[in-house]
Each structure stands twice: as C-alpha cells, then as structure tokens.
C-alpha cells in the first residue's frame, strides 16, 4: 500500500466542463500538491485526466469527474510513495503527508467549488429539474420520466400480482423489488 493515499470527493453545482477547465490543470495541482509534477497519461475528456506523479512523490493521480443532478462530483485520487525511502523517516511520513498533501488537497476543492458555484444561492438549482441527468447512463439513454407514487391500497391505480411478473395496469413492469411489499 503506497504511503500516501489521498481519496477525496466534492459536490460542484456546475457543469463538468467548467469544473474540468480547474481542476484537470496540472498547473494548479503543481500548486496543490507542493513538490509534485504531474504528467498526463490518460486524458479521459469530460470525465477527467490520470497523471503519472514525480519529485517528492512517486505514482500515480487521477481526477474523474461525474455528472450528477444540476453538478459535477469531483473524485480526486492520490497515490503515491515518498521518493525519499528511508525507513525512518517513513515512519514519521504520515503526520507529514497529511499536513502537506491531504488537507491542502481539500482545502483547494473546497476553494474550486466556492469559484465555480459563486454567489449561487444554497438549495437554488443549475439545470431546471425538467433537464436534469442523474447518472451519465441516463443521460445518454436521453431523459427519463420521474417515477409516478404508485398507490398500494386497492383500485384502478393498484399493481397486478396476477402473472409471474408483476406489472401495474398500464403494463409497466414493477421494476423495484420491494420485499416488504410481500
């Protein structure tokens, strides 16, 4: 298991397109991770980059970026050995990359998501709720009706038990397998 190994995520209510024009700059992460070059090995469009780690550390980083309601979630990975070996000095080494790495990382995050999110009202939306995408699958399956309340007491609105796949009267299949209901 590498000595340093950073696994962060945040919220951005913006669009993955901003949200990658910040943080998949290497330069900046230079300026996050002190000591530290990054150079790309996978760059995976809007779902972000991997960077090969040199300098004070040795391995890999890797931001992937995913689209969720009216934001971005930002999944920011560290791993990474200290370039320095000595056993000594790896035994203090953890106090020490959390002090220079990990709460740094963090508190850069946090700073991109109040950049990004400006003076956007807390609970105010990006997207109209009508244009949402709530997984990245869905998105390219185009949009989804919500689900309506199904009704589970007797009467037109009530699901059908009647064949070996339950089904409600429109046809729609039950597709939650809810074994309370049983």
Request: proline residues 8%; charged residues 35%; hydrophobic residues 30%.
């Amino acid at each position: 298991m590498p000595v340093v190994d950073i696994i962060d995520e945040v919220f951005i209510v913006a669009s993955p397109e901003d949200v990658r024009a910040v943080v998949c700059d290497p330069d900046r992460w230079c300026g996050w991770l002190p000591g530290v070059m990054l150079t790309p090995y996978d760059d995976r469009g809007r779902l972000g980059v991997r960077w090969t780690v040199a300098g004070e550390l040795t391995g890999t980083a890797e931001v992937w970026l995913e689209e969720h309601g009216d934001g971005t979630i930002v999944h920011a990975y560290v791993r990474a050995d200290p370039a320095d070996r000595d056993p000594h000095r790896l035994r203090r080494s953890r106090r020490r990359v959390v002090a220079r790495y990990v709460l740094p990382l963090k508190r850069r995050l946090l700073e991109t998501k109040d950049l990004l999110e400006g003076d956007r009202r807390p609970g105010s939306t990006r997207v109209p709720l009508s244009e949402r995408v709530v997984s990245a699958s869905e998105g390219r399956q185009g949009p989804r009706r919500g689900r309506q309340h199904r009704p589970t007491g007797t009467g037109s609105g009530t699901m059908s038990d009647t064949s070996s796949e339950r089904a409600w009267p429109d046809g729609r299949p039950d597709d939650v397998d809810d074994r309370d209901r049983r």
